[in-house]
């Protein structure tokens, strides 16, 4: 008995530990009997969160707080003249309203030309006076910091800026046409010459300047470009010539170039028969724009080249009058007992400043190009002549 139960029991071992070594699915459990494998619940997936977008970070250095923007400067219109009224010949500066005269200068020397703004209309370029000796002279356009830039020129003409305003052109005290440059430095003897050079007007792109000078007994017109070479006798060229016997004779003078570039005009004769002309830069095409008896003098261009006003006694009296460049539509701006003289253009040529005299001496006008709103400027007892519009 005990040898048939240990038999059995051996059995069920051996079985039990057959079944456990095969790799099978373990045996599912019995129904009603607990599971031994735990109930595993389902985790529901988790949501991949989104990127957080983090705004790149500057990694410069953080410039500096820019200055405020420079206010525009506000060019007033106005006017800059000669005036006697305190006895000696002095610049002053008048509002196109009349307002706000003021007297610029202590020490110029007034020489029948207006006084020159450069082209930016920030200085004034003007002959001074200095014991006796003629200094070139720059200011500011309010009076101050004027600076003199060279000495023993002559004091008849005023100096002609170049178009880009770094440099002048002047008449020495020897009769030559000098040039400087803005600061005072680089003086250079353009023409150097034996003859009596004057009158130097710059073309409009500051390449060449065309000026008078005296050729035997005949007043004559060349151009030279700005570095002394290319000289051109114009009025030769043009067939033209004039004996120069005095102050009162016929002469070829004052040339100037017209704002394009396209034309110079000059004035022929100081007296009782004056014209003026225009040709080309190469002597050809020469007009006779005033074509009058009368003395016709001072042309002057427009700003844009369209129109030229001058002084003329046709009429009588010297009286400013405009005319196309090409010598047609002549219009007389004035018309007053005594004389008008020395027109200057306003920037918009729209107007025109000039010199009026009456019994008590000569005081500055603006009348618009088509004649109308003529108004007195100046009420300075004395001389008050030659203005210069602002550019």
Known sequence: MRKNVLIVAVMILLALFLSSCQG??????????????PEVTPVPPTATPSPTVIPPTNTSTPSETPPPPTPTEVILDGIVFWSNSSGNWKIYWINEDGSGIKKLTDNAYYNYDPPSWSPDGRRIAFVGEVEDTHFLYVMNADGSEATGLAENISYFENPRWSPDGSRLAFVSEGEDIMIVNADGSGTINLTNSPESDWSPS?????????FQSMVGKRWEI??????????????????LSTEFTGWDSPAWSRPSWSPDGSKISFHNGI???????????????LVNLSADPADDSYP???????????????????????????????????????MDFGPAWSRDGTKIAYASEDESGFSIYIINVDGTDERQLTTLPGKNTYPAWRP
């Open 300 to 338: 002057i261009w427009s700003p844009d080249g369209s129109t030229i006003t001058f002084y003329s006694d046709r009429d009588g009296s010297d009286d400013i009058y405009v005319i196309n460049a090409d010598g047609s539509g002549l219009v007389k701006l004035t018309n007053h007992p005594m």
């Open 24 to 37: 099978g699915e373990p045996a599912a459990p019995s129904s009603g009997q607990p599971s031994l494998t």
């Open 222 to 239: 060349f151009t030279i470009n700005v570095d002394g070479t290319n000289l051109v006798n114009l009025i030769e060229m043009a067939e």
């Open 202 to 210: 710059w073309s409009p792109e500051g390449e060449n300047i065309v």
């Open 271 to 285: 007296g009782a028969n004056g014209e003026f002309y225009s040709f080309s830069p190469d002597g050809t095409g």
